[in-house]
């Protein structure tokens, strides 16, 4: 079957304009996850999603950043007022369950923020 | 917090060789461990975990070894080639919670 996608592959946008990030799992996973990379670092954790518990929001950076999830299917991450230093790769994982499964990640989204 | 670190942001190793790649963890909670490798361009790719029961763990051409007294992680590549220059990530997991906390990355470089 497809593996995670991810749209779109590249985006620009002016600071101050809000972007929308599509993440679409592995049919059957459980569990979704967003993470920020910037350049030439590791991956920052975002938040993620687990059936139809309340999400973990523990690791947005503020409230510009937020996320939803309908059901076990397609995740949106949303940043608002889009500042230069949202500019990254933002990767989504799916993975069977949360917590100790192997998370299967998508090609990410570079932003760019001019 | 959470501390993932690795001792060797770059390592070149000659085609043919062994490479070994380092990750330190600071959580003596970590339950669970995983390395990816990730291209340029790409999401990182699964290769291999392991779990705390565990000390070893083997897959095809990897090895990854789980010290716990240390919490030290390390993956070894046997007879590297050119296709495994890529950065690799350690990442774990706590039994207390879902987050998956990543190290920075080593960047591999295979020299033909």
């Known amino acids: 079957g497809a593996g995670v996608s991810q749209s779109p592959s590249n985006k620009v946008t002016e600071k101050g304009k809000d972007v929308e990030l599509r993440c679409d799992p592995i049919?059957?996973?459980?569990?979704l996850y967003w993470y920020r990379q910037r350049l030439g670092q590791g991956l920052e954790f975002l938040i993620y999603f687990q059936g139809n518990s309340a999400p973990d929001k523990s690791g947005l950076p503020s409230d510009r950043f937020s996320a939803e999830r309908t059901g076990e299917s397609v995740s949106t991450l949303t940043i608002q007022r889009t500042q230069q230093e949202d500019s990254a790769v933002y990767l989504c994982a799916s993975s069977f369950l949360a917590g100790a499964y192997e998370q299967y990640f998508g090609p990410g989204t570079r932003l760019t923020v001019t | 917090g959470e501390s993932v670190g690795l001792h060797l942001p770059t390592l070149s190793v000659q085609e043919g060789d062994n490479s070994i790649i380092n990750c330190a963890y600071s959580n003596s909670a970590s339950d669970y461990f995983i390395w990816y490798k990730q291209e340029s361009g790409k999401g990182p790719q699964f290769i291999i975990d392991?779990?705390?029961?565990?000390d070893k763990r083997q897959g095809q051409r990897v090895t990854v070894l789980l010290n716990k007294t240390v919490k030290h992680l390390s993956l070894q590549i046997a007879a590297t080639q050119p296709g495994d220059s890529a950065v690799y990530f350690c990442?774990?997991?706590?039994?207390?919670?879902?987050?998956?906390?990543f190290g920075t990355g080593t960047s591999l470089t295979v020299i033909p």
């Open positions: 049919s059957g996973h459980t569990a």
């Open positions: 392991i779990r705390s029961n565990m």
């Open positions: 990442a774990e997991t706590p039994n207390t919670g879902n987050q998956f906390y």
